[in-house]
């Protein structure tokens, strides 16, 4: 599976920016796809997770500017992160984690790195105060 992100950028406080991300190679319908990301001299953390069944994961910094969105026909996910902060700078990653259709699908994604098994390569958002 590779996963490659766009969409970075630089953009001023309270200012939007979106994130995507294209999926490609042996995906399945059973999925977990999301957005961790990492500043610098922090541990990567998840920002945004979605199920292919529906449920999703904000982490409580983001939550009601950041959106997690998908389009299964274009096997894209996107982030749509709006009243952007400079706490909000970091390298945003992708990751997904397919599982078989006869494997076990957990109830609820993974939050952790260990949790996902296909990493897009990161993308910069530098927000500036």
């Known amino acids: 599976v590779r996963v490659v992100e766009s969409g970075g950028g630089s953009v001023q406080s309270g200012g939007s920016l979106r994130l995507s991300c294209a999926a490609s190679g042996n995906t399945y319908s059973k999925y977990c796809m999301g957005w961790f990301r990492q500043a610098p001299g922090k541990e990567r953390e998840a920002v945004a997770i979605?199920?292919?069944?529906?449920?999703?994961f904000y982490a409580h910094s983001v939550k009601g500017r950041f959106t997690i969105s998908q389009d299964n026909a274009e096997n894209t996910l996107y982030l749509h992160m709006n009243s952007l902060k400079p706490e909000d700078t970091a390298v945003y990653y992708c990751?997904?984690?397919?599982?078989?259709?006869?494997?076990?699908?957990?109830?609820?994604?993974?939050?952790?790195?260990?949790?996902?098994?296909?990493w897009g390569q990161g993308t910069q958002v530098t927000v500036s105060s």
């Open positions: 979605i199920k292919s069944d529906g449920p999703t």
């Open positions: 990751a997904a984690q397919y599982y078989l259709p006869w494997a076990y699908f957990p109830a609820q994604c993974s939050v952790t790195v260990e949790g996902f098994g296909n």
